[in-house]
């Protein structure tokens, strides 16, 4: 997955702090992978650290939705496009202000097209979180479905669930744990779900590697020898419409170098902005 390809490619990237991403090199990466629009995380910084210094990649302009919490989550896109409109955040205040959701739109006659970036809540910092990481899951699924109904969509991020008992290796030993919970591990069944009622997205890595276990992973923990282990987790998603999901092409998880505790996941598809 080298250089430009035809058609659009997207990537998903927690940093885990943009400044300590691009001393490890993220952004000579990002310019020589030549992405069309590359959706980041966990920026923890505001703007005046952004503008002059992070607000390009090359040719990729990025728009940003910042924490008002200074060295806090945050989330970007980049994108070699002009988008037609700008989202900031998704209309729930207590996660707007924690910057966790940037929507760039791309509409002409006809077609009404979104790429999201989006980083859903950790709750592994304590029951106070977890329950917020929960009122933001009932909050995002319904916006979710209203958005479905006027726009296609591909929403990448972080999205701090492990789905199934594949998209981690230590599945046995987490199922008390937050990312691995029965109730976080429901909502997504039904968010992907295609019955009635059910959210009808696609998990894009998932359609092109159903089976794929120990290589589908894009987080480690810092502690233990957990990324030379590869004792990991699946937690960063491309989740798509089903019209635009019908265009993907091929996935690649790149760990050639760590740029942060999270892995970049590229996924190529068949169409053109």
């Not at 885990?16 to 923890?44: L, Y």
């Not at 919490?69 to 955040?89: A, N």
């Not at 594949?166 to 591990?185: H, T, V």
């Not at 699946?234 to 089903?242: F, G, Q, V, W």
């Amino acid at each position: 997955m080298k250089g430009q390809t035809v058609g659009f490619r997207l990537v998903s990237l927690n940093l885990n702090g943009i400044r300590s991403a691009a001393t490890k090199g993220f952004r000579e990466w990002a310019q020589a992978h030549a992405p069309d629009c590359m959706g980041v995380q966990e920026v923890k910084a505001q703007a005046p650290d952004v503008e002059g210094v992070f607000d390009h990649l090359g040719e990729l302009r990025g728009h940003f939705h910042y924490a008002q919490k200074k060295g806090y989550s945050g989330v970007g896109l980049y994108t070699r496009h002009e988008p037609s409109d700008v989202k900031i955040g998704f209309g729930v205040p207590e996660f707007d202000d924690e910057g966790r959701w940037v929507e760039l739109r791309f509409d002409k006659p006809g077609r009404q097209l979104s790429l999201i970036s989006c980083y859903f809540p950790s709750g592994s910092s304590g029951e106070d979180r977890q329950q917020a990481k929960f009122r933001f899951l009932d909050a995002m699924a319904p916006h979710l479905a209203k958005l479905k109904k006027t726009r296609e969509f591909i929403l990448v991020g972080d999205v701090n669930i492990a789905h199934q008992e594949a998209d981690l290796k230590n599945w046995k030993s987490n199922q008390k744990n937050s990312g691995f919970l029965p109730e976080e591990r429901a909502w997504m069944t039904q968010l992907l779900g295609t019955g009635k009622g059910q959210g009808g997205l696609v998990d894009v890595y998932r359609r092109l590697h159903p089976t794929t276990t120990d290589e589908c992973y894009t987080w480690w923990s810092n502690r233990g020898q957990a990324y030379a282990k590869n004792v990991g987790w699946r937690l960063d998603y491309h989740l798509a419409t089903p019209a635009l999901a019908e265009h993907a092409k091929a996935a690649a998880i790149y760990k050639d170098q760590k740029f942060s505790d999270h892995a970049p996941l590229t996924i190529d598809y068949g169409f053109k902005l």
